[in-house]
């Protein structure tokens, strides 16, 4: 092993060669100490000082052509690395070899790792990715430091690398939390802790809650679990483990498991569950609590939560927040008369987020045309920061940026959005939490572009919302269907990637003379947009192993190219993202009581009980204590009650039981009032008989009266106009005789 000194970095490298090369080698470094830079006119990265050690010896020695430039030289690099592995080296000693000072530190920071949650099979892939990401220069000044850990996480953090996923530092935490309390347990902040689990013995179900076909569900007790009960029981996951794990019916009626779990835990059972909301109440202060829970159906009826007919209607708002962030470079005031009223600010700089109630008016300030029920347009403000270039808080005099949330309904975004950049304040769209960005926005980043140049593009293209900007770069905010469209036309020579969750895939083998913009040409003809990032392994014989960004998976996995097949494989599992996670919703010290681990420790505890292996136990705090063979008494009356509704009769004794007394009062009574109602009912029905004889006797009556009168009325007409036809015919027989007189 020859040891050379690089005088760029500052770094020894050692060189296997031979014995004979070995003098030459040493002969030559004192008179030339800078020969390993002095051939090479573009820096060199500090993993690629071995392979440059190695081209500089085998040049002097072998006339072997020296690289010209750093792509040639990561190829020697990969190569040379590929031979290394694969010749044949002892595997005791594969870690502790190589090229660089990566050997040594991928096995110090795998055991760092390790010590903090990751598991052992995935310690030296993960110590790979950092030592890609982040640098070796910088990961060994920080695994030399009196604070490694905390030295790498601010690292892992400038970076936006995680050495520990977040299920892996759950579980490490939960393993934590499970020994003894350490220094302030009970201190409490006000804040509720990030994952609580609540006693199911403190707690009381709301009454009236939950039902089964329309009947009223009581809450009862573990210990009353059997073949006919009916009700819900809340319990803790442990304590539902065994039911969970059979998975089968264990009540004829409808019963339920209202399961409080950690947020972090998962409930895995064949049998029916739903997660749902349970209003309860504390049982140590009565005080409201509502706890996530999951409900798991162990009978044969459905319980289910009643939401009730006397909802309470609450009036919402469609709303959005909008985060603006203020340049200290662009206002077109002084900071420090900036720093005096920030929010007058930005009202008087965006006149939407000030009100007009002129009716007419068409001035720029809102006028709420879509009669909305608010008085002014900001509904809420938040988070308030003074910011570095960095985003990292600053006192307010040197502070270059001031961020802060505001709440506005979703009327007024695209033209808040619109008008982006103005006195220096730039708005960026985020959901109603403020807490992630909207999905409907994205931004074209245009690095190369001025501020005039992005506003003439915003006022040319319609496609074009606002401006946007972020620390140093500035984009153009468009609509994320567009956006691809607006990329081409600001930044054609680069792929576009679409929003989304980006993922690291491995591609290849490619040839060694190939470049990302033909990575990236080659994919696209496969339909398959990735951004190539840079190659990782190299493969011997057929070339290099590629690491490729890209959001979506490839539709084929393997391509045929003219080079030869190109598979395509992840790189690393996907990053998970923060989980939101669900706390019990109850004031802090109600949360305190009913927590599943008491807060307070007295101070007389015994020293000698700190080791004893029983001392964890805790007996069951129920609320109602019942007797362990209540379960068995109530199938005993259940069968009891069953066998007595078949049993014929029995003969009227005098020493009848008490109960049959007063069963046979109570039938005794039944049958005199059926008697009664039988005797009303004769009495009614005679009434209503002679009722309906006399009325028809009366109508007879009224028949033959009106039958006489209209005979009599028929007799007077006909003897009327007898008459009448008497004196006409007198009359007629009279006239001829005047006539001849």
């Not at 089964?212 to 569900?217: E, F, G, S, W």
């Not at 947020?263 to 064949?270: Q, R």
């Not at 136990?617 to 069953?642: G, I």
């Not at 109508?699 to 008459?723: P, Y």
Request: proline residues 7%; charged residues 20%; neutral net charge.
């Amino acid at each position: 092993m020859v040891p050379l000194v690089c005088v760029r970095t500052a770094k020894v490298v050692r060189v296997s060669v031979s014995s004979s090369a070995s003098t030459v080698v040493q002969e030559m470094v004192p008179k030339c100490p800078g020969m390993l830079v002095q051939y090479l006119a573009e820096p060199v990265s500090q993993y690629l000082c071995g392979a440059h050690a190695v081209n500089v010896i085998a040049h002097v020695i072998f006339n072997q052509p020296i690289c010209s430039c750093t792509e040639e030289l990561e190829c020697l690099h990969f190569q040379l690395k590929g031979d290394f592995t694969s010749g044949g080296v002892p595997e005791e000693l594969t870690g502790k070899i190589g090229y660089g000072p990566q050997g040594t530190l991928l096995k110090d920071l795998a055991s760092v790792l390790v010590q903090h949650g990751v598991p052992a099979s995935l310690a030296e892939d993960r110590a790979t990715d950092a030592i890609s990401v982040i640098g070796s220069e910088q990961l060994l000044t920080a695994m030399q430091h009196r604070q490694p850990w905390r030295q790498l996480k601010t690292l892992g953090n400038q970076k936006k690398f995680k050495f520990v996923l977040p299920s892996e530092l759950a579980r490490v935490v939960d393993a934590k939390s499970g020994t003894a309390g350490g220094k302030g347990q009970g201190k409490h902040n006000g804040k509720h802790p990030a994952s609580m689990e609540l006693d199911p013995g403190k707690l009381r179900i709301v009454d009236g809650v939950f039902r089964a076909n329309d009947k009223v569900v009581p809450q009862i007790n573990v210990k009353q679990i059997g073949p006919v009960s009916s009700g819900v029981i809340l319990i803790s996951l442990a304590e539902a483990e065994p039911y969970l794990r059979s998975a089968r019916s264990v009540s004829t009626e409808p019963l339920a498991l209202a399961i409080l779990h950690r947020p972090d835990a998962e409930v895995s059972t064949a049998l029916p569950h739903l997660k749902i909301t349970v209003p309860c109440r504390c049982t140590v202060d009565q005080e409201p609590v509502l706890a996530d829970v999951t409900l798991v159906q162990i009978g044969s009826g459905f319980v289910e939560k009643h939401k009730g007919h006397d909802l309470v209607e609450l009036e919402t708002l469609d709303v959005v927040t909008v985060k603006y962030l203020v340049y200290r470079d662009e206002i077109p005031c002084s900071w420090e008369d900036f720093c005096k009223a920030p929010i007058r600010f930005l009202v008087n700089s965006f006149p939407l987020l000030r009100r007009c109630f002129d009716k007419g008016c068409d001035c720029d300030m809102w006028h709420n045309s879509e009669n909305l029920g608010v008085k002014e347009p900001i509904l809420d403000v938040w988070r308030r920061q003074y910011l570095r270039l960095g985003f990292k808080p600053a006192p307010m005099d040197k502070a270059e940026i001031f961020s802060v949330c505001l709440r506005v309904p979703t009327q007024i975004l695209v033209g808040l959005l619109a008008a982006s950049g103005a006195a220096g304040a730039y708005a960026e769209p985020r959901t109603a939490d403020g807490t992630e960005i909207l999905a409907e926005y994205t931004v074209v980043w245009a690095p190369k572009m001025s501020a005039q140049e992005l506003k003439h593009l915003q006022q040319t293209n319609p496609a074009i919302i606002g401006i946007a900007r972020v620390g140093d770069r500035k984009g153009l905010r468009v609509f994320s269907s567009q956006a691809s469209e607006i990329h081409q036309l600001v930044r054609p020579d680069t792929v576009y990637l679409p929003q989304g969750q980006r993922s690291l895939f491995m591609v290849g083998p490619f040839p060694f003379g190939i470049d990302r913009a033909a990575i990236s040409k080659a994919m696209k003809k496969a339909c398959w947009e990735c951004r190539p990032l840079q190659p990782s392994m190299p493969v011997p014989g057929k070339g290099s192993m590629w690491i490729v960004q890209a959001v979506d998976a490839p539709a084929n996995t393997i391509i045929a190219t003219t080079h030869g097949e190109v598979v395509i494989t992840r790189h690393k599992p996907e990053t998970i993202g923060k989980p939101a996670i669900p706390t019990p919703v109850a004031s802090a010290a109600t949360l305190a009581l009913c927590g599943a681990q008491s807060i307070k420790q007295t101070s007389d505890t015994d020293p000698w009980s700190m080791k004893d292996p029983w001392g964890g136990f805790k007996p069951s705090t129920a609320v109602k204590h019942a007797d362990d063979t209540e379960s068995m008494q109530q199938l005993e009356r259940r069968v009891q009650n069953a066998v007595l509704a078949k049993l014929p009769a029995p003969a009227m004794e005098d020493d009848l039981p008490e109960r049959m007394s007063l069963l046979e009062g109570q039938v005794q009574q039944l049958m005199v009032k059926q008697q009664g109602l039988e005797g009303h009912f004769h009495e009614f029905s005679a009434q209503q008989g002679q009722q309906l004889s006399a009325m028809q006797v009366q109508i007879n009556n009224h028949g033959q009266q009106l039958h006489g009168h209209m005979e009599n009325q028929n007799q007077a007409i006909q003897s009327m106009f007898a008459q009448q036809m008497e004196q006409i015919r007198g009359l007629l027989s009279k006239r001829p005789r005047d006539e001849l007189e």
